[in-house]
């Protein structure tokens, strides 16, 4: 019996899942009689990855449709599930709820909140559905770039696809491996860098041996383990809180209770005092940066002449060792200075605010619409930035590279339409839950975390803050011995993997969670190496340098390729450059504005020519490129004089592709009507096979 035969899959799917559960009871026995947590999340790390890599060794191939689209024999069930997979990201698993925890479901002003992730994410699957995936599985492509030279012929559309795919993989790539590096390190107690380093091989021996075949079916295996680690940690929290395992009803009764908690914490005058404090901070932060030379010499010496103190009388070791420590770890440099005090300052300002800054969990939009002149421009700039970003979000799911060329592997047109449904119907399994965990999470801080003595605090907060203190930090500010809700920072990428200890479950939970945001992690960057991997490998090499190349030398390519990559990709991460969202968002950006208008019109317009194409990818790239780097964080601390200039209509930067889309749009179109039509291949919809 051929081992990919539907009724052989299916035995092994079923097989898997059994084996899964059966692991997961097992490790949780062990925990019962005394297994440490050390092994326990040792176990559940190598075991994971161990799977990973013998699905990969055991999908080997080097026939370039296996390689490329394992040789367009997936169903649309399973495919569905490898597609959920790769698309739920570290972006979705690990910072999803985070997001919603710390910018509510609208956000403020000037962030867009994680409803809009949701929503945006959710409808993009309608289009890629209505608009691009049947149409491109016609075709019979390798991949994306494939279709702008099949369509509007010639090179340069191509070109342009490749090095679009490449960088907004790349960007995406990163995010994915930084995640890898978080949940690695904690569950193995091995430095951020190594763990990276654990993770990607996994990714590397199931993409560089098998390509799409290993990568499809390692997908899979990832999908049922993310789901599990999902599932099971959100059904316990709200049994524990409400009663019922089943985690959307619980949302609506823990948000009028979490709403209660924030209007008395508002009214609360430790945590104004808390605020106060940060606020105090804020304004050194800001008098240092006015004369930065003389802020450094002044930090300096007050530190040397307290250390001299401490020797001088003769304190403990470690009190003098860690002055000292601080000493070293002085900025070095004018321009280290004012990016630190920079930083510090919009933290403390944050922090200053009421809730932290953070809205409140059952408001709409930021400000008021009915309020004063001030309140309702606030309100206004805060719809603005959640539909810019729902907008980018919905057209980049349909523009992104490594997500369609899931749908070039069905074997038929209406597989890949079957294909699309199951997608939606696996990511709508955790999406339903995801809003209903940040609000218990946020219930589980606030009824249950404020309030406590620093000294009684559990011992996942201090484990924490040593694998990354921007990750967490707790700080007696006001030294009441309390801990205050503005005395806690917990970042987004932290919410989901530290919620079993948040709710005080038992550590396997934990450990299924980080195995879950591996898995999760993983699966998108088996993708993202693989389609930079055969993008660069076929529409690079064998289109541009050498049509006569035999197979293996193209496989052997796109594995060199991926390599590379992959540790570009870790190196970068290893900087940990900002936060998961913000990473993922700014590369939907770029594939919608380069992508869409040219693959849809292409589609859907036969007047649209190649010079068209080339000109509208190139207009909707290099706008949504010079609008993130313009208004980035990292560019304006660079460069002070760009401070001065504004967003457009106060459109924050991830959401960049809301005017990279209608431009791109807008100059092909223009082009198109002022250029000879030439087409390479029209694709007529009428004569679509169903």
């Not at 999340?41 to 990969?56: F, P, Q, T």
């Not at 956000?107 to 995936?133: E, Q």
């Not at 790349?170 to 091995?190: C, K, P, T």
């Not at 934990?510 to 055969?534: E, F, I, N, P, R």
Request: glycine share 8%.
């Amino acid at each position: 019996m051929d081992w990919q035969s539907p009724q052989r899959v299916h035995l092994i799917f079923v097989a898997y899942v059994v084996g899964t559960m059966l692991f997961v009871v097992a490790m949780g026995f062990a925990e019962q009689i005394g297994l440490s947590r050390e092994w326990l999340g040792g176990i559940c790390l190598m075991a994971s990855i161990l799977s990973y890599a013998l699905i990969g060794i055991y999908c080997r191939t080097t026939q370039i449709s296996e390689y490329y689209v394992a040789g367009r024999r997936i169903s649309g069930f399973y495919n569905g599930m490898a597609s959920a997979a790769d698309w739920m990201s570290a972006a979705t698993f690990i910072s999803l709820a985070g997001g919603l925890y710390l910018q509510g479901f609208s956000g403020s002003a000037t962030k867009a909140g994680g409803f809009a992730y949701l929503l945006g994410w959710t409808g993009g699957f309608c289009l890629v559905a209505l608009l691009a995936a049947p149409y491109l599985r016609r075709m019979n492509l390798y991949t994306l770039p494939g279709f702008f030279e099949q369509r509007y012929g010639g090179d340069w559309p191509r070109r342009i696809a490749m090095l679009a795919t490449v960088v907004c993989t790349f960007i995406y790539m990163v995010a994915q491996i930084y995640g890898v590096g978080l949940i690695a390190s904690r569950l193995s107690g091995v430095r951020f860098e190594i763990g990276m380093l654990l993770g990607l091989s996994g990714v590397l021996v199931c993409s560089f041996l098998g390509g799409m075949r290993a990568v499809t079916w390692t997908q899979v295996a990832q999908y049922v383990i993310l789901l599990l680690a999902f599932l099971v940690p959100v059904s316990l929290l709200a049994y524990k809180q409400l009663g019922t395992p089943w985690a959307p009803a619980a949302y609506s009764e823990q948000l009028a209770r979490v709403n209660s908690l924030e209007y008395a914490l508002l009214a609360s005058p430790k945590e104004a005092e808390v605020g106060q404090i940060y606020w105090q901070r804020a304004m050194h932060d800001a008098q240092r940066l006015q004369d930065v030379k003389t802020s450094m010499y002044q930090d300096r010496m007050e530190l040397l002449q307290r250390l001299q103190e401490l020797k001088n009388e003769q304190t403990d070791t470690s009190t003098i060792f860690a002055m000292s420590r601080a000493l070293s770890q002085l900025p070095r440099t004018e321009e280290e200075a004012r990016a630190l005090w920079s930083r510090s300052l919009a933290s403390n300002q944050a922090r200053s605010q009421p809730l932290s800054g953070m809205p409140l969990s059952a408001q709409a939009y930021a400000g008021d619409p009915d309020g004063p002149q001030e309140q309702r421009a606030l309100h206004d700039l805060s719809r603005r930035n959640f539909l810019a970003l729902m907008f980018c979000l919905m057209a980049g799911t349909l523009g992104l590279p490594h997500l369609l060329t899931r749908y070039l592997t069905t074997p038929s047109v209406a597989q890949t339409r079957s294909s699309v449904a199951w997608t939606l119907f696996f990511i709508a399994l955790l999406y339903v839950s995801i809003p209903a965990l940040a609000i218990m999470v946020k219930y589980e801080v606030m009824h249950n975390l404020v309030g406590m003595r620093f000294d009684a605090l559990p011992q996942w907060i201090w484990q924490w803050s040593r694998v990354d203190p921007d990750l967490l930090s707790a700080q007696d500010v006001n030294g009441d011995g309390l801990l205050q809700f503005a005395e806690l920072h917990l970042d987004a990428d932290l919410i989901m993997l530290a919620m079993p200890e948040i709710a005080g479950l038992p550590y396997v939970v934990s450990a299924l969670v980080a195995a879950g945001g591996l898995a999760a992690a993983l699966s998108t960057a088996d993708g993202l190496l693989l389609t930079m991997g055969t993008t660069i490998a076929h529409d690079g090499y064998y289109r541009e340098i050498n049509r006569n190349a035999p197979e293996i030398r193209r496989v052997m390519l796109s594995k060199f390729v991926l390599l590379v990559m992959a540790l570009a990709a870790a190196y970068v991460a290893a900087q940990k450059p900002g936060d998961i969202l913000a990473m993922v968002a700014a590369s939907f950006s770029i594939a919608a504005a380069t992508f869409v208008p040219a693959m849809v019109l292409g589609i859907f317009w036969r007047r649209a020519t190649r010079a068209g194409a080339v000109a509208g990818m190139m207009a909707g790239l290099l706008l949504t490129v010079g609008y993130l780097v313009a208004f980035s964080p990292q560019t304006r601390e660079a460069w002070p004089a760009l401070k001065e200039l504004q967003p457009w209509w106060g459109i924050q930067p991830v959401a960049a592709g809301v005017f990279g889309v209608p431009f791109g749009a807008l100059v092909l179109v223009l082009a198109s009507l002022l250029t000879q039509h030439t087409s390479a291949h029209e694709i007529r919809r009428d004569t679509l096979p169903i």
